[in-house]
């Protein structure tokens, strides 16, 4: 195998993986609306007073400007997976940075001024934490000229 072949390789392996991961958050995100919005009374990630998902699902922080918290990582974790198919690096890291950031600003709320973990969030968390490196391993590469150029422009 030829070094740009490995290399290019390399790119679609990370871009599959992003598109496993940003799968895994979709499901989780998915879990968290329904739970918001079907009330159901069966909570698995319920364990107790401070390791729950109720912070999320009817809590201080279960609409952000009016909008279901959990929406936002289900259209974020969707922009991903679609990026990642498509190989738009440039989106992907994008929208990874932004939701990287809005994970952290959920979760400091939920540590610090509600004192709640939320299993389910912190599982998106890592989730994106990971998107988010993996995205800058392929910026990286199309930086250093050896992954290649977007296939869209932006």
């Not at 290019?8 to 940003?22: D, G, H, P």
């Not at 998915?30 to 739970?35: Q, R």
């Not at 991903?80 to 738009?88: H, L, V």
């Not at 993996?134 to 290649?148: C, M, P």
Request: proline share 4%.
């Amino acid at each position: 195998m030829q070094p740009s072949e490995a290399s290019a390789n390399r790119t679609s392996k990370i871009f599959r993986w992003v598109q496993i991961l940003s799968s895994i958050g979709v499901l989780l995100a998915l879990y968290l609306l329904w739970e918001q919005l079907s009330h159901s009374p069966f909570k698995p990630c319920d364990i107790n007073s401070i390791v729950n998902c109720d912070a999320i699902i009817s809590g201080a922080v279960s609409k952000t400007l009016g909008v279901p918290t959990p929406l936002y990582g289900l259209i974020g974790y969707i922009v991903i997976f679609i990026s990642a198919t498509f190989q738009w690096k440039r989106v992907l890291l994008g929208m990874a940075t932004f939701g990287l950031a809005f994970c952290l600003w959920i979760g400091s709320i939920e540590i610090f001024q509600l004192h709640v973990v939320c299993p389910v969030c912190i599982t998106c968390q890592l989730v994106m934490i990971t998107v988010f490196v993996l995205g800058i391993l392929l910026q990286r590469k199309s930086v250093l000229g050896t992954g290649g150029g977007d296939t869209l422009s932006v």
